[in-house]
């Protein structure tokens, strides 16, 4: 991940990184920029995670498990079968 300087636009390294929540989603990060003779200036970035793009492949299990449980007996073999319009 490159983080970069607000003031100078150079690129910046992350110090430090503090998490905000418990499920480590959002944190602050302490970044201090690179470009070290015109600026040098140091600050926080706070980052957080928004959504999924592609769930991980344990909770597409989980939810395929889920809506099949959700099916008659009659409805679970006619999707085995491969006809699942019926």
């Known amino acids: 991940m490159t983080v970069y300087c607000p003031n100078c636009g150079h690129k910046a390294r992350i110090t430090s990184r503090n998490n905000l ?5 959002v944190a602050d990060l302490y970044c201090q920029c690179m470009n070290t003779k015109d600026c040098g200036a140091t600050f926080v970035a706070t980052i957080g995670f928004k959504h999924y793009l592609n769930p991980p492949a344990a909770s597409t299990l989980q939810m395929a498990a889920n809506l099949l449980n959700t099916l008659s007996k009659a409805e679970r073999d006619q999707l085995l079968k491969g006809n699942p319009a019926g």
Not at 21 to 25: G, S
Request: net charge neutral; charged share 40%.
């Open 21 to 25: 929540n418990d499920a480590k989603t």
